[in-house]
């Protein structure tokens, strides 16, 4: 038995009252027969869009791909997705099907998806409807192409990725014939767009197995990040490493929270190790200078991926961020805090315990970084003073003081110095007679 929830129900009933078979269909079927929570319902129905516009006059529908079947009712319970009964016709370009073509089974609609646990559909009346034995693979936690799967993936190679974002995502292991015929069909990957690898890529480093999945499937994602393959059994011949570049990278990316930037900058950290890599003359590896080499490779690569400006810095700060000090007193707490903020301190707190894991040899290491944290609470909830927002002086105050132009930004900047270094109070008094002094002593000269 499936719970339908009250927004599926209703208008699947709508659709049916009206004459038209309607079923739950894909993702969410296979989540709650997983015991998941979906996080979204999709529907397919005999109706045609025009038809099911009938049904739902007067409510609100989005034509999300009306020449595909698909429409978006919107409704209390969330926005449902709803497609006529469809076959694919052919992917002469391996991307998008060259046209679609409206079927009447819901069988024939199941055998165009790409893996069995996600073509399976649910009706309230018939119950499931699994022509591939989704249910069974489900529960014996394998994926596993519906029909040829060579065929599958030349038709559409995106689907190659979601292969290793499934296993990620779910845990569960990949057929063996499914994942060989990934690996011949490779190439097609080059025809896919590069929001789509990067979603794919994203949702794949954020999976709960994500470890798992990077290191079964490190070819797949050689191939569409090319720059990463030298990190492939880097041996780093240090005893502060147990793993070569590449496991230590995926090892750490699955330590950090499930946030796309955190777990990207994980992956990408060390990618400029190998090409700094010397070794000394006891035998031991090092790595001077990788954080550099890594934003330098990094940052190509987050452009061809089409990240947005925002992500972009915030990922390459950490890459290059993520071997320097955050400060083990107030003071220096404060010092980078004012360097980067509370945030990026966040993230890189998140960044460092997720590297000293990943090195497998030094979990003092993280007791360590759990100190910093409290530090950090400590610097924030005493409302410490690290920004020039947060100075009790501004500009308008230096002008006062008879500053002008760039004199009144280098003061302000001295006195914010001044409270980081714990050399005077953050209170209006204490700094104007602070830059009055300055100012004299200047004057002085
Ligand atoms: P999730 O929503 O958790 O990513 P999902 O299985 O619902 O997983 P969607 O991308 O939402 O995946 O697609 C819904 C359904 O449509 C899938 O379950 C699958 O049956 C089908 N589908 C989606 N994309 C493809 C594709 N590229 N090739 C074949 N079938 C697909
Ligand atoms: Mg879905």
């Given at each position: 038995m499936l719970?339908?929830?009250?927004?599926?129900?209703?208008?699947?009933?709508?659709?049916?009252?009206?004459?038209f078979e309607t079923w739950a269909v894909g993702g969410c079927v296979r989540d709650s027969l997983r015991g998941a929570a979906p996080h979204d319902w999709d529907l397919c129905t005999a109706a045609r869009p025009e038809q099911m516009q009938a049904v739902?006059?007067?409510?609100?529908?989005?034509?999300?791909?009306?020449?595909?079947?698909?429409?978006?009712?919107?409704?209390?319970?969330?926005?449902?997705?709803?497609?006529?009964?469809?076959?694919d016709g052919g992917y002469s370009d391996g991307r998008h099907p060259d046209g679609v073509r409206f079927v009447a089974h819901i069988e024939d609609d199941l055998a165009r998806r790409?893996?069995?646990?996600?073509?399976?559909?649910?009706?309230?009346?018939?119950?499931?409807c699994d022509p591939f034995g989704g249910l069974d693979d489900l529960q014996e936690g394998v994926l596993r192409a519906v029909g040829d799967p060579d065929a599958r993936f030349q038709e559409d190679a995106l689907?190659?990725?979601?292969?290793?974002?499934?296993?990620?995502?779910?845990?569960?292991?990949?057929?063996?014939?499914?994942?060989?015929?990934?690996?011949?069909?490779l190439a097609r990957l080059d025809c896919v767009a590069a929001e789509r690898v990067r979603a794919e890529l994203t949702g794949l480093l954020c999976g709960r197995f994500a470890q798992r999945a990077l290191l079964a499937f490190r070819d797949v994602i050689g191939y569409v990040l090319p720059e990463l393959v030298p990190m492939f059994?880097?041996?780093?011949?240090?005893?502060?490493?147990?793993?070569?570049?590449?496991?230590?990278?995926?090892?750490?990316?699955?330590?950090?929270?499930?946030?796309?930037?955190l777990r990207w900058a994980m992956l990408l950290h060390d990618c400029g190790k190998p090409a700094c890599k010397t070794?000394?003359?006891?035998g031991?590896?090092?790595?001077?200078?990788?954080?550099?080499?890594?934003?330098?490779?990094?940052?190509?690569?987050?452009?061809?991926?089409?990240?947005?400006?925002?992500?972009?810095?915030?990922?390459?700060?950490?890459?290059?961020?993520?071997?320097?000090?955050?400060?083990?007193s107030p003071k220096l707490v404060r010092r980078r805090l004012c360097q980067i903020g509370e945030a990026r301190f966040r993230d890189l707190l998140a960044l460092k315990k997720g590297d000293a894991v990943g090195q497998g040899t030094h979990p003092e290491d993280i007791a360590w970084l759990c100190g910093i944290a409290q530090l950090l609470e400590e610097v924030l909830a005493a409302d410490a003073c690290f920004s020039l927002r947060q100075l009790a002086v501004n500009g308008n105050d230096m002008v006062s003081l008879g500053l002008s132009g760039p004199a009144v930004g280098e003061m302000l900047r001295a006195l914010l110095d001044a409270v980081i270094d714990g050399q005077a109070d953050n209170t209006r008094d204490a700094l104007l007679r602070r830059a009055r002094a300055r100012m004299e002593e200047r004057h002085d000269e």
């Open positions: 719970d339908l929830p009250a927004h599926a129900a209703r208008a699947i009933a709508q659709l049916e009252d009206a004459g739902f006059a007067g409510e609100r529908v989005l034509e999300t791909g009306a020449k595909h079947g698909t429409l978006t009712l919107l409704t209390d319970g969330g926005p449902l997705e709803i497609t006529t009964f469809r076959a790409d893996f069995t646990v996600g073509a399976m559909a649910w009706h309230p009346e018939r119950g499931l689907r190659i990725l979601r292969a290793v974002r499934f296993a990620s995502q779910l845990g569960f292991a990949v057929e063996p014939e499914t994942a060989a015929a990934m690996r011949r069909q059994d880097c041996d780093q011949q240090n005893p502060h490493h147990k793993y070569d570049v590449w496991e230590h990278s995926v090892r750490a990316a699955g330590q950090v929270p499930a946030e796309p930037a070794v000394d003359e006891r031991v590896g090092h790595f001077y200078g990788h954080p550099k080499a890594s934003h330098a490779i990094a940052e190509p690569l987050l452009h061809r991926l089409r990240f947005s400006a925002e992500e972009t810095g915030r990922i390459l700060l950490l890459v290059e961020q993520h071997d320097r000090p955050l400060g083990d």
